[in-house]
Nanobody
Framework: VQLQASGGGLVQAGGSLRLSCTAS????????MGWYRRAPGKQRELVAV???????GYADSVKGRFTISRDYAKNTVYLQMNNLKPEDTAVYYC???????????????WGQGTQVTVSS
């Protein structure tokens, strides 16, 4: 199983970026998918999560600015980031809780990370 993230880059404050992350390989089902970030000198934090049923949750710092969504057919999760701020600068990681076979428990898998840099 691999999670491939893309869409990071350099943007000015107030701008937008859209991150994508696709899970590939032997996958029976995917439960939660989410985005985390790690800023320089800080611990990794949860940014947004979307459940198998489509319920979403956000960190308070991104509510109203970020939107998480997923394409179930493509095993892909997206993070639309609007009105970006310098404090959003971080490496963003996608995560998926998935089962490779129906009889196996779900495990968490991570993408490689994509850099988002917001200039003031």
């Amino acid at each position: 199983v691999q999670l491939q993230a893309s869409g990071g880059g350099l943007v000015q404050a107030g701008g937008s970026l859209r991150l994508s992350c696709t899970a590939s390989g032997t996958i029976f089902s995917i439960d939660n998918m989410g985005w985390y970030r790690r800023a320089p000198g800080k611990q990794r934090e949860l940014v947004a999560v979307i459940t198998r049923d489509g319920e979403t949750g956000y960190a308070d710092s991104v509510k109203g600015r970020f939107t998480i969504s997923r394409d179930y057919a493509k095993n892909t999760v997206y993070l639309q980031m609007n009105n970006l701020k310098p404090e959003d600068t971080a490496v963003y990681y996608c995560n998926a809780d998935l089962r490779v076979e129906y009889w196996k428990p779900a495990n968490g898998y991570w993408g490689q990370g994509t850099q988002v840099t917001v200039s003031s």
